[in-house]
């Protein structure tokens, strides 16, 4: 491509050829323009504005203070500085408590971030929501497994899909999300067996976290893949740098430089 062709931005139809090739989907999260514009420079295919934001960005312990307005202010900065990947925005806890809320809540993200999709977490509970988000004209990637919007009923962060409970419920959910029009399927810390027969068993992308290596395509937080965070990333998510290491060296050199070169500044004269 000549440097004077505009990037084409990816569609839910690309994302459907890439599964259909067999070729993975690489997604990430960002938060701003500038995170976005260099993840998609690396040759990110998707980029989430996850609701990650309320642990990653805003300092929350949980992804569920985040607001609608706080998801839409950070999606549109991602859109001002992305112009190939398909940008899907999530829907923050408490948007799409049912059908008619979660539409009126979808058309202001995709009216007022210019984002591509929306992403809804829920298993069966979440099907009615995306049956009519796609019916009005929404791309949907549904979100099942491990829900961190649901982490208090759930009880934690942990595996899902063990027992053969579990593991049936989620194979209907992504069934019937599927069937509900959902393009793209997050299946998040799903035990990699279990993952592996639901990528087989639908025609949709799974977007696997901390889901082992057979899904049809990969998510993770930007943060923990670069080492952007004083905490330790989940153990599933191998940084591939350590970006606070190298933040911390260069202010520590600026600090030490700024009183190093102005050594002791004359006190203010005081008033008679
Ligand atoms: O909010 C988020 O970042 C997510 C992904 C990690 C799947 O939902």
Partial sequence: MSAQTPARRLTTRDIAKMRQRGEAIAMLTAYDATMARLVEMAGVDVILVGDSLGNVVLGHETTLPVTLDDMIRHAAAVKRGSERALLVCDMPFGSVTDADVAVANAVRVMKETGVEAVKVEGGLVAVPVVERLVAQG??????????????????????????????????????????????????????????????????????????????????????????????????????????ASVVRAAVGDYVAETKAERGPIPLPRRAE
Avoid: W
Wanted: charged share 15%; hydrophobic share 45%; proline share 7%.
């Fill in 138 to 243: 929404i791309a949907v990637v549904a979100h099942i497994g491990l829900m961190p919007q649901s982490v208090h009923q759930m009880g934690g962060y942990y595996m899902h899909g063990k027992d053969e409970a579990s593991a049936e419920r989620l194979r209907s959910e992504a069934q019937a999300l599927e069937k509900a029009g959902a393009f793209a399927i997050v299946l998040e810390c799903v035990v990699p067996e279990l993952a592996s027969e639901i990528t087989h068993m639908l025609s949709i992308p799974t977007i696997g976290i901390g889901s082992g290596k057979d899904c049809a395509g990969q998510v993770l937080v930007v943060n923990d893949l670069i080492g952007l965070s004083v905490n330790p990333p989940p153990s599933f998510a191998r940084p591939r740098a350590d970006v």
